[in-house]
């Protein structure tokens, strides 16, 4: 029963702090509207449906790599959430394109680190398995972040 109250935290706790961030800082505001965007930018009810799923796979992926280590390896994972849960912030926040591009390599940088980390202390391959589509999808985010601020930024 506890074992399952704390993989159900893991899952929970990345999936409600993307959800109250998100309800915080509005995608849908008119400074985004008119925002030059590259063509390929998918429509904003995907990134609805896409970040959900990958807060979970992250909340497994993390309970499986390090709830049943020392605490010196939840390090790089709790970074990695901060970066990721500040990107919204800072975009829709703030609208700094540069500091949400950096941000967004970051958390792709950090992902990548994750998934290093797992593989030498070997971690539950699950663990890994997880965060692939998470690093597909932050490679592509970093790509459509660096192309908004390309395009927003040509003087």
């Known amino acids: 029963m506890l074992k399952n109250i704390k993989i159900i935290f ?4 990345p999936l409600i702090l993307g959800f109250i961030i998100s309800a915080l800082f509005n995608a849908k505001g008119e400074w985004y509207k008119n925002l030059k965007k590259p063509e390929f930018i998918p429509p904003s009810i995907v990134f609805s449906i896409v970040w959900p799923i990958l807060y ?3 909340g497994i992926s993390m309970y499986y790599g390090i709830y049943y280590k020392s605490l010196i390896y939840w390090i790089i994972p709790v970074i990695h959430l901060i970066f990721n849960l500040s990107f919204t912030p800072v975009m829709f926040g703030a ?3 540069l500091a949400a591009f950096i941000i967004t390599l970051f958390t792709l ?3 990548l680190i994750i998934i ?8 539950n391959i699950i ?3 997880l965060l692939i589509p998470y690093v597909l ?5 970093t790509y459509l972040a660096y192309d908004i601020y390309i ?3 040509v003087k």
């Open 127 to 129: 663990s890994i398995y």
């Open 95 to 97: 609208n700094n394109l």
């Open 137 to 141: 999808w932050l490679s592509f985010a």
């Open 109 to 111: 940088i950090t992902s």
């Open 10 to 13: 893991f899952i929970l706790l």
């Open 56 to 58: 979970i796979f992250f």
């Open 151 to 153: 395009l927003n930024n």
């Open 116 to 123: 290093w980390q797992f593989y030498t202390t070997k971690s």
